[in-house]
């Protein structure tokens, strides 16, 4: 069946990095694109952007341009978000999300999440 | 940018009763709308997309309609388990979630 595992929880300091994975199985993985979601605690969801896990191109949210990237390691099945320079409004948890065959914005799987919390 | 309305943001009812939560969009999105379950401390989980088709595996209680900028997710014969949030996504002109509509039994 369709699976994807995030990695585990973070607490990190401001302006430390964290990197978060998201290993996907019962499906190849890149035939469908993989989106990231953002959900700080006790609020709603915020797209961030999404990769072709074909090309490997990312597309960023307005709002995620900079300190924020998408990678794979398609050899893996694995997409991963890189956040730098963190801040304390990065506390959130991170979905990835799957594109679906038949339309890419509609999201038909997702991980379990990844808590991050940033604090001093 | 297209905005997304969700309403209203808590509901409470009872089991059994028909419920329906309203998404309403600043413009057309010409039915490129989804509804998203998300139950205390999970994933969300898709329900409804293309405005009115029920994702595989979804009971047939859940039904979207709607057109233009007015959607509605219905939910008949509700039951304590669909206690949760629901959030509404657009997919015409970008990506965009509404703020959602947190479901309660009474």
């Known amino acids: 069946q369709i699976q994807l595992v995030q990695s585990g929880p973070e607490l990190k300091k401001p302006g430390e990095s964290v990197k978060i994975s998201c290993k996907a199985s019962g499906y190849t993985f890149t035939d469908y694109a993989m989106h990231w979601v953002k959900q700080a605690p006790g609020k709603g969801l915020k797209w961030m952007g999404w990769i072709n896990t074909y090309t490997g191109k990312p597309t960023y949210a307005d709002d995620f341009k900079g300190r924020f990237v998408f990678s794979l390691e398609a050899s893996a099945s694995t997409a991963n978000l890189q956040i730098s320079n963190l801040k304390n409004e990065d506390t959130a948890t991170y979905f990835c999300a799957r594109g679906a065959y038949w339309e890419r914005d509609v999201m038909d799987a997702w991980g379990q999440g990844a808590s991050v919390t940033v604090s001093s | 940018d297209i905005q997304m309305t969700q309403s209203p943001s808590l509901l409470s009812a009872s089991v059994g009763d028909r419920v329906t939560l309203s998404c309403k969009a600043s413009q057309s999105i010409y039915n490129s709308l989804t509804w998203y379950q998300q139950k205390l401390g999970e994933a969300p989980k898709l329900l409804i997309y293309?405005?009115?088709s029920l994702q595989t595996g979804i009971p047939s209680r859940f039904s979207g309609s709607g057109s233009g900028t007015d959607y509605t997710l219905t939910i008949s014969n509700l039951q304590p388990e669909d206690v949760a949030t629901y959030f509404c996504?657009?997919?015409?002109?970008?990506?965009?979630f509404g703020s959602g509509t947190k479901l309660e039994i009474k």
């Open positions: 996504q657009k997919y015409y002109s970008g990506l965009t």
């Open positions: 293309d405005a009115n």
